[in-house]
Each structure stands twice: as structure tokens, then as C-alpha cells.
């Protein structure tokens, strides 16, 4: 599969720190187990979309399943993750053309992004048309970090390649954008009127991409480094978090509580470098890269038994009884094997859900805040090896 230099799913990097694309090439572009689970849930994405807005029939639909069957990553949850996905599109489908006879539907759409971006292209999942407007519907698989739609630079080039390709055919008033989430339960849409849209891709986007793709301007260190293929080696952030650990406290025999709140800022920021050094240089070491200083040696082994060969013998001095420990699955596989509406009305009732660790976390986290009241209820609690 080719990349753009420029991808949308990067945008919000390259048009902050510019020069960052044209330093990515000097990296393969690696994939993931979690890429690649993501790449086959929009291929079982677009095989049921098209098929429950009836852009296919029963036997395409069927053969298509069947094949996609095979797919390492196919399992139940995805088909159901996925299934309610093409709900969601058929729905907003159905209801838009109601409306608007002539409504459009085109699922996996290749676009050209070239008008704004050098060379750009990329694929939008859905796109409906209708009536003045534009929705433009990205799945988004991860179940790591919840997206928002609004001024997503992503969501927002697509829509200008959509704009670009069906503008001529319809009158284009508003543009819709939406991020459809399953697996956090999160549908995020934003809604900006086509001129608006056309105004920050003339101002902002193209001047921007037109530096990024010529690999000038400046680095600029921040969140989006976590994406950046040359974030462990970069000496631009480097810098960044070494000006950060250069903290100046003030006279005194104890931290200050906003001290401590701009340390634990400090500290989250210098711990996610810190850990993508290390495992670019653990990588670099086991191809032959010595550090000086540092050696690469074994790590602490852990004894693993050959089961299929371990059981029947073990079965035969002790019987099944003894060697084996049986717990009732968990509440997320007992939900798939049941269907969520018939788990609930079997079992709801003893279904609870315990208080969770307290943990601290930026304010931008989405999540609510606990009162100061609420420290009572933790009294009890195992506070050790807090995490978020």
C-alpha cells in the first residue's frame, strides 16, 4: 500500500511542526497488530454498508462474508462492533432520503487532495449527500484514545477532496463531520458550513502542506510527537523535554502544590520520551548497535509448559478435577454469547459495578471529577500501584 507524504491521518502533526514530514522519510513506515485489525474492520465495514443500503445483493453479500471469514482478525466482536456500525449508516441514510429522493451513499471513497495538499490523497469511509448537505463518516476502530470530531484536521480534509469531487454536482451548503467509535462507545459529530471549510483550507491548510511537503519551517515539539515515526530520535524534542526537566523551584523545604501539578505535567511528558527511546534503542542494540555504556543481555525467562502434550499426563496421575482451574467467563464474553438484551434481562440484576481506583489525570481528560467528598468512599480502598 502506497502513503502519501502528507496523509490526512497526520495533519494535525505536519501542519504544526512542518518540516516533520519530509524527516519521517528518513523511517519505515511500520504497521501494527492494532493498524491491521483497524484495516479489517473497515473491510467487513464496507461489505455490510453496502449491503444494508442495498448497494449490493444477497449473493455478493454472502460471498463477500465468506471470504472476509478467513481474515486472521474476523471474530465475534468485530461483526458485532461492525454490525452496529452499518446501523448507524443505514439509519442516517434512510432518514436523509426521505427527505431527499436523490440522496447520495458511496462507502470507502478514494479521494484527491492534491487542490490543498502536494500530492495528497487518502480514503473517506462514507460519504451521504443530501439536500444542502454533506455528511462525511469516519469509523475509527482503536479503542485507545476517544476522537472528536470537531476541527479535526483529518475529517476536515476529506471532506475538501469530497467537496472537490461531488461540489459540481450538488449545492453543498454545510458539511457535517462525524467519528463513529464503538468499542468507546463514542459518536462525535461537528458541523461547519462548506465557505468556512473552503476558507481554512485556503488560509491554513495549503499554506501549511505546501511547507510541509518542501520540508520548511520550524520544529515544533508537542502532543502530536507521539505519532511522528521520528519522535525517539528527534533533537527537537529532545530539547523540548530537557528545557521541561530544567525546572526552576522555588526556595523552600517542601513543594508547593503547583509545583507538584507542574511536575506531574512534566513528568508525563518526559516518561513518554524516555520509553521511546529506550525501545528505538533496544531495537537499534538487537540489530548490532552498541551503545556506549550499555549491552544488550537476556532478559528474565519465564517457564512455559507444552499443554496439548502436558495434559493427557497429568490427567492420567491426577484426573481433570485437580489440574484444571474453572471460572465463570467474563461479563463481555458471556454478553456475545448470549446477546447483550437477553444477558441483561437473565442476570442484570447481579451485575454491579465497583468504584475505580482514583487516579490523577490532566483536566482535559473527559472524565468526570471526583469531589472532594467522594475521598471517603475510598477508605477502603487498595491504593497501591495507582494507574490511569
Same mark, same amino acid.
Given at each position: 500500500?502506497?502513503?502519501?507524504?502528507?496523509?490526512?491521518?497526520?495533519?494535525? /502533526?505536519?501542519? =504544526?511542526?512542518?518540516?516533520?514530514?519530509?524527516?519521517?522519510?528518513?523511517?519505515?513506515?511500520?504497521?501494527?497488530?492494532?493498524?491491521?485489525?483497524?484495516? $479489517?474492520?473497515?473491510?467487513?465495514? %464496507?461489505?455490510?454498508?453496502? *449491503?444494508? =443500503?442495498?448497494?449490493?445483493?444477497?449473493?455478493?453479500?454472502?460471498?463477500?462474508?465468506?471470504?472476509?471469514?478467513?481474515?486472521?482478525?474476523?471474530?465475534?466482536?468485530?461483526?458485532?462492533? #461492525?454490525?452496529?456500525?452499518?446501523?448507524? #449508516?443505514?439509519?442516517?441514510?434512510?432518514?436523509?432520503?426521505?427527505?431527499?429522493?436523490? $440522496?447520495?451513499?458511496?462507502?470507502?471513497?478514494?479521494?484527491?487532495?492534491?487542490?490543498?495538499?502536494?500530492?495528497?490523497?487518502?480514503?473517506?469511509?462514507?460519504?451521504?449527500?443530501?439536500?444542502?448537505?454533506?455528511?462525511?463518516?469516519?469509523?475509527?476502530?482503536?479503542?485507545?484514545?476517544?476522537?472528536?470530531?470537531?476541527?479535526?484536521?483529518?475529517?476536515?480534509?476529506?471532506?475538501?477532496?469530497?467537496?472537490?469531487?461531488?461540489?459540481?454536482?450538488?449545492?453543498?451548503?454545510?458539511?457535517?463531520?462525524?467519528?463513529?467509535?464503538? /468499542?468507546?462507545?463514542?459518536?462525535?459529530?461537528?458541523?461547519?458550513?462548506?465557505?468556512?471549510?473552503?476558507?481554512?483550507?485556503?488560509?491554513?491548510?495549503?499554506?501549511?502542506?505546501?511547507?510541509?511537503?518542501?520540508?520548511?519551517?520550524?520544529?515544533?515539539?508537542?502532543?502530536?510527537? /507521539?505519532?511522528?515515526?521520528?519522535?525517539?530520535?528527534?533533537?527537537?524534542?529532545?530539547?523540548?523535554?530537557?528545557?521541561?526537566?530544567?525546572?526552576?523551584?522555588?526556595?523552600?523545604?517542601?513543594?508547593?502544590?503547583?509545583?507538584?501539578?507542574?511536575?506531574?505535567? #512534566?513528568? &508525563?511528558?518526559?516518561?513518554?520520551?524516555?520509553?521511546?527511546?529506550?525501545?528505538?534503542?533496544?531495537?537499534?542494540?538487537?540489530?548490532?548497535?552498541? *551503545? &556506549?555504556?550499555?549491552?544488550?543481555?537476556?532478559?528474565?525467562?519465564? /517457564?512455559?509448559?507444552?499443554?496439548?502434550? $502436558?495434559?493427557?499426563?497429568? %490427567?492420567?496421575?491426577?484426573?481433570?478435577?485437580?489440574? *484444571?482451574?474453572?471460572?465463570?467467563?467474563?461479563?463481555?464474553?458471556?454478553?456475545?454469547?448470549?446477546?447483550?438484551?437477553?444477558?441483561?434481562?437473565?442476570?442484570?440484576?447481579?451485575?454491579?459495578?465497583?468504584?475505580?481506583?482514583? =487516579?490523577?489525570?490532566?483536566?482535559?481528560?473527559?472524565?468526570?471529577?471526583?469531589?472532594? $467528598?467522594?475521598?471517603?468512599?475510598?477508605?477502603?480502598?487498595?491504593?497501591?500501584?495507582?494507574?490511569?
Amino acid at each position: 500500500m502506497s502513503h502519501a507524504l502528507l496523509s490526512p491521518s497526520g495533519a494535525s /502533526r505536519w501542519m =504544526t511542526c512542518t518540516p516533520s514530514a519530509r524527516l519521517e522519510e528518513q523511517f519505515p513506515n511500520t504497521t501494527s497488530v492494532y493498524a491491521e485489525e483497524g484495516t $479489517a474492520a473497515h473491510a467487513l465495514a %464496507e461489505i455490510f454498508v453496502n *449491503y444494508h =443500503t442495498g448497494k449490493i445483493g444477497v449473493d455478493p453479500f454472502d460471498a463477500a462474508l465468506e471470504a472476509f471469514k478467513g481474515n486472521e482478525y474476523a471474530n465475534d466482536e468485530m461483526y458485532t462492533y #461492525i454490525l452496529g456500525y452499518a446501523s448507524y #449508516i443505514t439509519e442516517l441514510f434512510n432518514e436523509v432520503r426521505a427527505a431527499t429522493q436523490d $440522496a447520495l451513499l458511496e462507502s470507502e471513497v478514494k479521494l484527491d487532495l492534491s487542490k490543498y495538499v502536494p500530492g495528497g490523497f487518502g480514503t473517506s469511509d462514507v460519504i451521504i449527500i443530501a439536500d444542502g448537505m454533506m455528511n462525511v463518516i469516519d469509523l475509527k476502530y482503536g479503542k485507545g484514545v476517544s476522537v472528536s470530531a470537531e476541527n479535526n484536521k483529518q475529517m476536515m480534509i476529506y471532506a475538501l477532496g469530497a467537496l472537490e469531487q461531488y461540489g459540481w454536482m450538488y449545492d453543498i451548503k454545510n458539511v457535517r463531520m462525524t467519528v463513529y467509535q464503538p /468499542r468507546l462507545d463514542n459518536i462525535s459529530a461537528w458541523e461547519i458550513s462548506a465557505g468556512k471549510l473552503l476558507s481554512w483550507a485556503e488560509t491554513a491548510l495549503k499554506p501549511k502542506a505546501e511547507m510541509a511537503f518542501d520540508g520548511a519551517g520550524e520544529y515544533q515539539a508537542g502532543e502530536h510527537c /507521539r505519532f511522528c515515526r521520528a519522535k525517539a530520535v528527534c533533537r527537537a524534542r529532545a530539547e523540548a523535554n530537557l528545557r521541561l526537566a530544567q525546572y526552576e523551584f522555588k526556595p523552600g523545604t517542601l513543594l508547593s502544590d503547583a509545583e507538584i501539578g507542574d511536575i506531574l505535567k #512534566i513528568a &508525563e511528558n518526559l516518561k513518554n520520551w524516555v520509553d521511546n527511546v529506550t525501545a528505538y534503542a533496544l531495537e537499534q542494540a538487537i540489530n548490532g548497535v552498541k *551503545y &556506549e555504556g550499555w549491552k544488550l543481555v537476556e532478559g528474565r525467562s519465564v /517457564r512455559v509448559i507444552d499443554e496439548k502434550e $502436558a495434559a493427557p499426563v497429568l %490427567e492420567g496421575l491426577y484426573g481433570k478435577d485437580q489440574i *484444571y482451574n474453572v471460572k465463570l467467563k467474563g461479563i463481555g464474553d458471556l454478553e456475545k454469547l448470549m446477546g447483550k438484551k437477553e444477558f441483561n434481562a437473565a442476570v442484570g440484576p447481579l451485575i454491579s459495578r465497583p468504584l475505580g481506583k482514583p =487516579t490523577l489525570v490532566p483536566e482535559t481528560d473527559k472524565r468526570p471529577e471526583w469531589k472532594a $467528598a467522594a475521598a471517603a468512599d475510598f477508605e477502603d480502598a487498595d491504593l497501591s500501584n495507582l494507574s490511569a
